[in-house]
Structures are given as structure tokens and as C-alpha cells.
Nanobody, 125 residues
Framework: VQLQASGGGLVQDGASLRLSCAAS????????MGWFRQAPGKEREFVAA????????RYEDSVKGRFAISKDSARNTVYLQMRSLKPEDTAVYYC???????????????????WGQGTQVTVSS
């Protein structure tokens, strides 16, 4: 399985960005897909997750109402639409895939088998 994340950049406070994660190398019907982020000096933290089958979603509290995770099954791509960005959203964003992930563990890094290379998001004030 390979994951290719893209779409990061430098934006101003309040702007929007859409991250993409192109997945290949498997059929993903039994997967959950997640976005995590890591700011300098901090641990990698959960941002959002989506079940490939059914499309259930979950979000970290600080991004609820601002971020939206979605998928395009035809393109094997997962998106993270980010709106009303804040300086504290600055981080490297990683997409991840979990095969057979138990949905109640959607926010646990160790439950994801595959990781993309990360894309930098910088929000200036």
C-alpha cells in the first residue's frame, strides 16, 4: 500500500486548503483512512478519520465544524477540506490507512498500518 499526500502550503489565518491522499496497492473496502498532524516539538495527533465502507467520519474536537474528511472511491483518494484555518493548525499533515481497523480505535496512531510522507501546512497570523 502506498499513500501520497499533497495539497499543503502557506496560507493566512482564516484561509482554506484541501489536502489529498492518493492510495494505491490494495482494495480499500476494509480500511479506515485517517489524517494526523504533527507540529514541531509535539507528538503526532489525530485529526480526522473515515471508514472506506459506509463513509462514517470522526473528528478531533478542535477541528469539528472547520475540517471535513471525504473520499472518492473511484479515484482511491481521501480528502481533508480545511476551512477557517488558524495558526495553531500549522503542522505536517499525514494520511494513514488502517486495514481492518476497529472503528472505536480510529484515533489511535498504532492502529494504522500505512503512512504517507506528510505535507506541510503553515498558517500565518
Amino acid at each position: 500500500v502506498q499513500l501520497q499526500a499533497s495539497g499543503g502550503g502557506l496560507v493566512q489565518d482564516g484561509a482554506s486548503l484541501r489536502l489529498s491522499c492518493a492510495a494505491s496497492g490494495s482494495t480499500f473496502s476494509n480500511y479506515a483512512m485517517g489524517w494526523f498532524r504533527q507540529a514541531p516539538g509535539k507528538e503526532r495527533e489525530f485529526v480526522a478519520a473515515i471508514r472506506w465502507s459506509g463513509g462514517s467520519t470522526r473528528y478531533e474536537d478542535s477541528v469539528k465544524g472547520r475540517f471535513a474528511i471525504s473520499k472518492d472511491s473511484a479515484r482511491n483518494t481521501v480528502y481533508l477540506q480545511m476551512r477557517s484555518l488558524k495558526p495553531e493548525d500549522t503542522a505536517v499533515y499525514y494520511c494513514a490507512a488502517g486495514s481492518g481497523l476497529i472503528w472505536s480505535t480510529y484515533d489511535k496512531r498504532e492502529r494504522y498500518n500505512y503512512w504517507g510522507q506528510g505535507t506541510q501546512v503553515t498558517v500565518s497570523s
